[in-house]
Structure formats: structure tokens, C-alpha cells
């Protein structure tokens, strides 16, 4: 069992920045799949940036160049670096550990992009 706690959401102008945290209960070991996905109101949640424990990572066509997805093994916390925010990105975002056969899940938190 992981537990996953985000925080670091928020209302933010447009071209502004806000950065993403999500902390793991336990340590994860390799093999894993760490990413970030969000949700519009009403509508199924979509993946934003992945970061795998080859270190690859890969990001939605409409956030690369804008976000970064990355990891402080030390902390055990994955991080969404989000610059040049759009209207277009307010949504609801979670971040997800797949490890072990196991998808895990944190709470979501709110960003809000708006003048």
C-alpha cells in the first residue's frame, strides 16, 4: 500500500508558473512508472508527463515545452514544473505510481489558470 500527497496547486495568471509536488509514503523501488495526469470538469482524466526509473520521460503534446516532470529520489517525491500556464490547463491534476502491478493515486489538486 502507497499513499500519495500532492500539494502545490493553486489560481495563477496566465503565463504564470506553479510547481506540482507529490510525496510517497514508502520508498519505490525499480521498476516503476511515475506521471502526472489531469482531469477537466466532466471528462475523463488524461495523461499529462510520465517519468519511468530508466529516466525517460514523455509529455502530452500540449504541455511539452512548458512542463517537466521529475523525481528527488532523496525525498521520495515527484515533481510537475509548470511554466507558461494557459487557461486551457485548469484542471484537477493527480499524480499515479504504477509499481508492482499496482496503479496508486493521489488526492488531485486544483490549478486554476485565470486573469
Known amino acids: 500500500q502507497v499513499q500519495l500527497v500532492e500539494s502545490g496547486g493553486g489560481l495563477v495568471q496566465p503565463g504564470g508558473s506553479l510547481r506540482l509536488s507529490c510525496a510517497a509514503s514508502t520508498t519505490i523501488f525499480s521498476p516503476y512508472i511515475m506521471a502526472w495526469y489531469r482531469q477537466y470538469l466532466g471528462k475523463q482524466r488524461e495523461l499529462v508527463a510520465t517519468?519511468?526509473?530508466?529516466?525517460?520521460?514523455n509529455y502530452a503534446g500540449s504541455v511539452e515545452g512548458r512542463f517537466t516532470i521529475s523525481k528527488d529520489h532523496a525525498k521520495n517525491t515527484v515533481y510537475l514544473q509548470m511554466t507558461s500556464l494557459k487557461p486551457e490547463d485548469t484542471a484537477i491534476y493527480y499524480c499515479?505510481?504504477?509499481?508492482?502491478?499496482?496503479?496508486?493515486w493521489g488526492q488531485g489538486t486544483q490549478v486554476t489558470v485565470s486573469s
Open positions: 517519468f519511468t526509473s530508466d529516466w525517460r520521460t
Open positions: 499515479n505510481v504504477r509499481w508492482r502491478g499496482s496503479d496508486y
